[in-house]
Each structure stands twice: as C-alpha cells, then as structure tokens.
C-alpha cells in the first residue's frame, strides 16, 4: 500500500491552507465494526454509529479487506441492483472486474477508481478475476456510497473508469505527505472524477511525525478514515487510527498529523479525506435503494422485481 506513488514528493505542486484559515475542530471519532458482505469478503464499516447530518451526502463506506487470500479464496458480490445514488470503489491492492446491465464495466487495478452512476437503476456485479481466485493475493479497496439529490435520482446510468495514473499528485507545504486526490479539488487542483453531488475525496499518506493541513470548503462536511496507521486529528490532537472516522467540525481548513512511529506493515500513516455539500433531503436507505421515500423505495423494489432494472446478460448468472 499504495499502489500510485513518486519517489520524490518534492517534485509535485504544494498545497496549505491560507494562515487566516478557521480549523476545524474534531466533534467525534468512531470505530467501524467489522462484518462480510457479498460472498463473504471482510469489510470495516466506516460510518457505522454516525450520525447522518455529518455524513450527508456520503451514505455508506466500507473498506474492504486488507486480506491475503489463499488459491481459491478470493470472493465477490453476486449480481444485485441499485438506484438513486453513485457507488464509488477505489482499490489499493488487487484487481476486481465490474460489469453491469447497462453496459458499463471493467477491471480495476490497484490504484485505479470505478464511478459507478446507479441512477434510475441497474444491475451489477463486482468479483475478483478468474486468474486471481486461482493464484490467491492481497485484496484491499474502499467502496463509498454518495447520495444523488432528487433530480438526479432517476438519471441515465453512468460508468466511470479513473484509472490511477489520472489522479492528480499533490503534496504537503513541507512535501511530508503525499496527496492523490480523486475527485473534486483542493487549493485549486482538481481530480478527474465527475460528480454530480459535489464532493472532494483524497487518499493520504503522511510521513511519520508529518502534518498536513488543506483548505477545505466551508459549506462542505469534513470526513477523515484511517486506512492504515496511527495519527492525530484537529489541532487540539485528538487521536484516531486504522479502522477509525474522524467527524469534523465547521471551518475551512483541516488537519491531521502522524504519529513519530507507525505499525510495522505500513510505514505512513494511510488516510481517505471526504468532504461534500450537504443535499439536506430526506433519505431513505434499505438494501441496495436510496430514495427519498417509503414510496419511491417500494417501487424500486417493484421495478426490480419486474425486471425493469435491466436483466443479467445472457451466460452470466
């Protein structure tokens, strides 16, 4: 871990947040229970126990693995649906193939992001390559949830495939962390995911003993998950580590800092930064749908069930 790295941080545009800027303050840190999804892969549940107005528009997220699995082991989700939200699968190891029903798909590497748009709905499905269930491997990602307002609830599907050689590389006043940011922007840098619920999302690796501090939008939520590691959140210090959500207060700048000494399997301190602009809609959540009422949810159900969701292509079930 991680896949998209420079040798020379130094090297790449430098980001800090103005002197004047307001800090954010730490309201809570939560640890995320561990469970299985799919076909029994092992997930942290990042936002498990947060309360939903600091997560807004972001719904769910999962990290998925780390795991090394044997010859035969490695495992994925069978076909199932969605609509009304954006799945966002960002992989660190690995290789994971996607396909869908509305044509979108392909293989995902270590480094590299799918963006997939459920909209209106469809069917897919997520599993590790034929060649790696034989041979076994690391498997290690994220897949996050970010909510669609209503208008864009019953949008067309969309598929985007980020590969990691497109996101943008950035780093720290004093180059101690290395900034690979997906989607949205930071101090006028800009990743190549397009989002219809503006969001910033970044994958961060901060030196031992390093600090990093970004601006960060004021009408934005601020969000910070330990991949791996240990470190301190907010200027007061506040600790956190692998496995645990930081909450952020109002302001428009945030920090995090690594401890002098990490754990032996990861050599920095592994953080993904989200932030968004609340949507502030009711938001009804059950199974793979996300809509705005019971109503909506029971004729997502029904839609699936009468097959207007799209149908698993010939030869795949």
């Given at each position: 871990?991680?896949?998209v790295?420079?040798e020379?941080?130094l090297t790449l545009?430098r980001v800090?947040?103005?002197a004047a800027?307001?800090?954010r303050p730490v309201?809570g840190?939560?640890?995320a229970?561990?469970?299985?999804e799919g076909?029994g892969?092992?997930v942290?549940?990042?936002?498990a126990?947060?309360?939903y107005?600091?997560?807004?528009?972001f719904i769910m997220?999962?990290?998925?693995?780390?795991v090394?699995?044997?010859p035969g082991e490695?495992?994925?989700?069978p076909?199932h649906?969605h609509?009304?939200?954006e799945t966002v699968?960002?992989?660190?190891?690995?290789t994971?193939?996607?396909?869908?029903s509305?044509g979108?798909?392909?293989?995902?590497?270590?480094?590299?992001?799918?963006?997939?748009t459920?909209?209106s709905g469809?069917?897919h499905i997520?599993?590790?390559?034929?060649s790696?269930v034989?041979?076994?491997?690391?498997?290690?990602?994220l897949?996050l949830w970010?909510?669609?307002?209503?208008?864009?609830?019953?949008?067309?599907?969309?598929?985007q495939?980020?590969?990691g050689?497109q996101?943008?590389?950035?780093?720290?006043?004093?180059?101690?962390?290395?900034l690979?940011?997906i989607?949205g922007?930071?101090?006028?840098?800009?990743?190549?995911g397009?989002?219809?619920?503006?969001?910033?999302?970044m994958?961060?690796s901060?030196?031992p003993?390093?600090?990093?501090t970004?601006?960060?939008?004021?009408?934005f939520?601020?969000?910070?998950y330990?991949?791996a590691?240990?470190g301190?959140?907010g200027t007061?210090?506040?600790?956190?580590r692998?496995?645990q959500?930081?909450v952020?207060g109002?302001g428009?700048?945030?920090t995090?800092?690594a401890?002098?000494t990490?754990?032996s399997?990861?050599?920095n301190?592994?953080?993904v930064l989200l932030g968004?602009?609340?949507i502030?809609?009711?938001?009804m959540?059950?199974?793979?749908f996300v809509?705005?009422?019971h109503a909506?949810?029971?004729?997502a159900f029904?839609?699936?069930?009468a097959?207007?969701l799209g149908?698993?292509?010939a030869?795949?079930?």
């Open positions: 871990m991680p896949a790295t420079v020379n941080p545009p800090a947040a103005p800027a307001q800090t309201l840190v939560a640890t229970p561990s469970g299985f076909e892969f092992p942290r549940r990042a936002f126990g947060i309360d107005k600091h997560l807004d528009p997220m999962d990290q998925m693995g780390e090394e699995y044997a490695p495992k994925g989700t076909w649906p609509r009304g939200f699968t960002y992989l660190i190891d690995g994971f193939v996607h396909r869908d509305h979108g798909g392909g293989v995902i590497n270590g480094g590299d992001t799918q963006w997939m459920a909209g469809l069917l997520e599993a590790p390559p034929e790696l034989m041979s076994g491997g690391l498997f290690h990602g897949q970010v909510n669609l307002p209503k208008s864009d609830k019953m949008m067309a599907p969309r598929y495939d980020i590969g050689g996101v943008k590389l950035l780093t720290s006043a004093d180059g101690g962390a290395l690979r940011l989607a922007d930071v101090d006028g840098h800009h990743g190549p397009i989002t219809h619920t503006p969001i910033t999302m994958h961060v901060v030196n003993g390093a600090e990093l970004l601006p960060w939008r004021k009408d939520n601020a969000l910070a330990a991949l590691g240990r301190t959140a007061e210090g506040r600790p956190f692998m496995g959500t930081v952020f109002a428009d700048s945030l995090i800092r401890d002098e990490q754990e399997r990861s050599p301190f592994e953080v968004g602009l609340p502030r809609e009711p938001m959540h059950y199974g793979p809509m705005n009422t909506e949810l029971a004729q029904e839609d699936f069930q097959g207007r149908t698993i292509p030869g795949e079930h």
